[in-house]
């Protein structure tokens, strides 16, 4: 009976336009019709911020956002970034709505931001990407990406299949490397080439660590990084990311990441 008077005040309050009343009878509805989900924190601040949210439809529509968290995630990180020296790269670029985002933070800073995609979607999935994804899945077109990151002349685009084109920045180093691909083996290609490459105080930060739909991303990561002295940081938006530290331990000696030798891809 006490649940119902407060249900019944809720509707009122929502009825005449109380937001937090809205989002407590969302909570609830949702609650009952899908309990896995739990609703986050009434009023976070990143929800209202309007020029971010314009910018991420500008490329992303207005039908979805199921990535404008880890948008805003990549957005704040990009920042730590900022201060460290090195290009940054994206592996799986979509229409580039993560890569605007990187753009628009280095802009001016001398970085060249290195785009690698295959243009024609996901590679093959292997058995241990599960059945979510198929051959070709997001492909999107290579002069659209163009066109939607037109206004940063310092981007360079590697066209081909993961780990194909990685050789064209071997001697480069890197402040902020994203890697959204999805699946296991092109993860791990791309970790394995760019984490001996990240600066100190690098970061690398991985889209589809925390997603059943992926899970051979999250196993990449995990044994990519198992004898590694840094751990993934696993984010409630399902990304994982790591910042390569600032020493590492190699043969008795402490040696800053940005001393170690390059290799190249075999
Ligand atoms: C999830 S989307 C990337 C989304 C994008 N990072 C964003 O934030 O909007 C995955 C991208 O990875 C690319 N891709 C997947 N597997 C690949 C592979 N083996 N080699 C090259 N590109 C690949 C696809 O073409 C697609 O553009």
């Not at 070709?136 to 990406?145: I, Q, Y």
């Not at 002295?229 to 994982?240: A, C, D, I, K």
Request: net charge negative; hydrophobic share 40%; glycine share 8%.
């Amino acid at each position: 009976m006490t649940r119902a008077i407060t249900a019944l005040r809720m509707v009122v309050r929502a009825l005449r336009g109380d937001d937090s009343a809205r989002y407590f009878l969302a909570e609830k509805l949702t609650h009952a019709i899908y309990p896995a989900y739990v609703f986050s924190e009434y009023g976070r601040e990143f929800l209202r911020d309007t020029s971010f949210k314009a910018r991420y439809e500008s490329l992303e529509g207005t039908s979805n956002y199921r990535s404008l968290d880890r948008k805003y995630v990549l957005d704040q990180l990009v920042q730590l970034a900022c201060l460290v020296d090195g290009d940054t790269a994206e592996c799986g670029v979509l229409r580039g709505t993560s890569s605007l985002f990187l753009c628009e933070r280095i802009a001016n800073s001398g970085k060249e931001h290195h785009v690698f995609d295959s243009f024609e979607g996901l590679s093959e999935p292997t058995a241990g990407d599960g059945s979510y994804w198929t051959k070709g899945d997001l492909a999107v077109d290579e002069a659209a990406v163009r066109a939607n990151l037109a206004a940063f002349d310092f981007v360079r685009y590697h066209r081909g299949w993961i780990p194909e084109r990685f050789e064209d920045v071997a001697d480069r180093r890197f402040s902020f490397v994203h890697v959204d691909v999805d699946l296991e083996q092109p993860t791990l290609d791309s970790i394995a080439f760019f984490y001996p490459r990240l600066s100190s105080g690098g970061i690398l930060l991985c889209d589809d660590y925390g997603f059943s739909t992926c899970p051979g991303a999250k196993r990449a990561m995990d044994e990519f990084m198992a004898d590694k002295p840094e751990s993934v940081v696993h984010l409630p938006t399902g990304q994982g990311f790591v910042i390569r530290a600032s020493t590492v331990p190699s043969g008795g000696r402490a040696v800053a990441a940005h001393e170690q030798p390059l290799r190249s891809q075999p």
